[in-house]
């Protein structure tokens, strides 16, 4: 495929579409919204609106990242605090679909709704991939950024209309456009990181405390094995709990999983061949995040897992 064409075609289109409107898209500074991002800044200059909605979901020093790593490419980034509505809308919530339900809605109808209101937008960019569409139509997931293809009409139920520039690619699609967009390598080559974020990192309550878990965590795993070339590799908090040893007392404690694998597109994956030594630090490092006492190494392929936990 000619990828130069590709984005040619994409500009064109998305100029043509919005016409001196205004659109919005919200970047979370994974790989798909950053070439949306990248993507809709080429094409609409300042008739493109872009925010970090700061979900209280990210990783560590996330927001700050993404927002200097964009000024320093000319791109502006308004940063939303919405960490109370997000968190609001995921208490007391454990089931997966509805985890996913409530962060959909609350990014879609209450956040943006209130964005879209305030900035007069009319037009949403969106880092929808090919993969997401297919998964949720198979049901296998209802991903969060999919409207229209579960019969949404984002128009008529939140007032904007969704431009959806990459829903004909795959991931490795979407790194070749990062690639013909000049982005730099460290959006292109960055492991996928799913839109509701943290929030899928955890099995059962998402909770503060529960976040700073997983986000510690994250750090640990992201740092310990971004030298292995993986697809993706990533921490999850389990719901369940074990028994183990803490400063000579009984504890029982928390199980985080620990993910590394290796895929072309994320439709299927294998579990990476991790030195024992490199495993051992990453158990010892995890097991000194307060309150976790156990690490576990998860070698299941996709299928029949899938690459996240919920
Ligand atoms: P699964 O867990 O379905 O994940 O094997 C496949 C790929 O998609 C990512 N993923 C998401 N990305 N929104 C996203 O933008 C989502 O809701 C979502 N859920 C999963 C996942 O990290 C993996 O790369």
């Known amino acids: 495929m000619d990828y130069q064409a590709f984005v040619e075609e994409q500009i064109a289109s998305i100029r043509k579409t919005v016409g001196q409107g205004l659109a919005i898209n919200a970047l979370s500074g994974g790989v798909d919204s ?21 979900n209280n979901l990210m990783r560590k020093d996330e927001p700050e990242r993404v927002v200097r790593l964009f000024a320093s490419m000319g791109i502006p980034v308004d940063r939303v605090n919405a960490r109370t509505e997000f968190m609001n809308a995921l208490k007391g919530l454990t089931d997966p679909e509805e985890k ?3 962060i959909t809605r609350t990014f879609y109808a209450t956040v943006f709704g ?9 037009f949403l960019l969106h880092g929808t991939i090919l993969t997401d569409i297919e998964e949720t139509v198979a049901g296998i997931k209802r991903q969060h950024n999919i409207l229209s293809q579960i019969g949404i009409d984002p128009e008529k139920e939140y007032g904007y209309q969704v431009l959806e520039p990459l829903k004909t690619l795959r991931k490795d699609g979407v790194r070749e456009v990062a690639r013909v967009l000049r982005l730099p390598g460290e959006i292109t080559e960055r492991i996928p990181f799913p839109g509701p974020a943290l929030a899928t990192r955890i099995v059962g309550q998402v909770t503060e405390e529960r976040l700073v878990t997983v986000r510690e965590a994250t750090a640990i795993v ?4 971004g030298d292995t070339g993986a697809f993706q ?10 028994t ?8 029982f404690g928390q199980i985080i999983v620990v993910r590394c694998l290796h895929s072309a597109d994320a439709r299927t994956a294998t579990a990476a061949e991790l030195p024992w030594k490199k495993l051992h630090r990453i158990c010892e490092r995890i ?23 919920i």
């Open 34 to 54: 950053s070439v949306v991002t990248g993507l809709g800044h080429r094409s609409l200059g300042k008739q493109l609106k872009t925010v970090f909605i700061d």
């Open 287 to 309: 097991t000194s995040i307060k309150g976790v006492n156990r690490c576990v190494y998860d070698l299941t392929p996709k299928p029949p897992a899938t690459i996240e936990y």
């Open 100 to 102: 996913r339900n409530a």
């Open 222 to 225: 992201e740092e310990e094995l």
């Open 233 to 242: 590799y990533l921490a999850v908090l389990l719901n369940d709990r074990a």
């Open 114 to 122: 209130r964005l879209v209101r305030e900035t007069g937008a009319k």
């Open 244 to 251: 183990g040893i803490q400063q000579g007392k009984r504890e």
